[in-house]
């Protein structure tokens, strides 16, 4: 991990500890640099935290932050530029890797990420991201998969699960009345286009290093031009799943990672 | 010895830091912060500076030092 020279550390802890100062020197872990040091407005547990910060570290490390261009999406993340110490543009709805192929297209030099929720990539941008796919533009798309529709107040998305109970599925989602969750990956993956595809997830700590692992395999896909890369991680939601933060978390493992499997779905 | 330093102020009371620590050092605080929630706080103790509650923390507000 880059750690940003703040300085914050300095002096501050002389004294405490069997004398061992809390400096620069000795800390292992901090704000990646491109992470800007604010709050951010996501709600206790969620997992948005998490994954912009494994970005930042993935950007610090391939040391791309001056000519990484992100593009975030409509949902949760619509404030991402806040958080994000490079360049970020914004889209309309579900038209982010649209917005990410114009933008590779007329600087093919710079990293072109886009940061999408479920809402916006799997329902209002579902034919967006196939036809990025299916032309293999050479981009990176952070597919963040909580299940529900955050920003609205918690609605039933495409990617809900059979029975999970959301504002407008009171008594659970019916296969029979909504249809089935999608899985966005394996529907990707007949396409030759996509080149890299794996899910991952940020409900434990181990999860969380494999996750950064899959980020930075897909930003190393686009650096070396090999075509469209794209991570799906299973994120909580623990606001509008309503439970703790903790339940959440236990949730990812025990129905969620069930339904939607870990691991590299395609690589090539 | 190694250390983690947590934000008390940016701290918004997940608890997955808690739940992540091997040795289950950190714990929740008795006083209130200004969002009024309950703080994660390191008990001290026998900390090997693994950075599993950094990794894990959404906000980004934990350091480790070793």
Request: proline share 4%; glycine share 10%.
């Amino acid at each position: 991990m880059k750690s940003r020279a703040k300085g914050k550390g300095k002096g501050k802890g002389k004294g405490k500890g069997k004398g061992h100062a809390l400096t620069e020197n000795n800390l292992i872990f901090a704000h990646p640099a491109s992470l800007r040091d604010v709050e951010n407005h996501y709600c206790a547990g969620c997992g948005h935290g998490i994954v912009h910060r494994l970005i930042c570290e993935a950007v610090d490390e391939f040391g791309i932050r001056e000519k990484t261009i992100g593009v975030a999406p409509v949902g949760c993340a619509v404030l991402a530029y806040d958080y994000w110490d490079f360049d970020v543009t914004e889209a309309a709805h579900g038209r982010t890797p649209a917005v990410a192929t114009g933008i590779k297209r007329v600087r093919p030099d710079n990293i072109v990420f886009t940061y999408q929720g479920d809402g916006d990539l799997a329902a209002i941008g579902t034919a967006e991201i196939i036809h990025t796919a299916n032309r293999g533009e050479n981009i990176t798309v952070i597919f963040v998969n909580n299940g529900v529709y955050g920003m609205t107040g918690g609605q039933m998305a495409p990617t809900t699960l059979a029975g999970q109970k959301t504002a407008t599925t009171i008594y659970g989602r019916s296969l029979k009345r909504d249809g089935y969750p999608i899985k966005i990956l394996e529907m990707l993956a007949v396409l030759p286009g996509a080149k890299y595809l794996e899910r991952v997830a940020v409900n434990s700590a181990h999860e969380v290093l494999r996750a950064k692992r899959a980020i930075k395999n897909a930003f190393k896909m686009q650096i070396d031009n090999k075509g469209f890369s794209m991570v799906e991680v299973l994120s909580m939601c623990p606001t509008y799943w309503e439970m703790t933060s903790i339940q959440a978390a236990k949730r990812i493992n025990d129905e969620v990672a069930t339904f939607y499997p870990l691991g590299v779905i395609k690589s090539c | 010895m190694p250390k983690i330093k947590i934000d008390k102020v940016r701290c918004k009371g997940c608890y997955l830091c808690i739940v992540n620590c091997p040795n289950g050092l950190i714990k929740i605080a008795n006083g209130l912060n200004i969002k009024g929630v309950k703080p994660a706080v390191f008990s001290g103790g026998k900390c090997t500076g693994c950075t599993m509650c950094a990794v894990i923390c959404p906000e980004c507000i934990i350091e480790v030092y070793r």
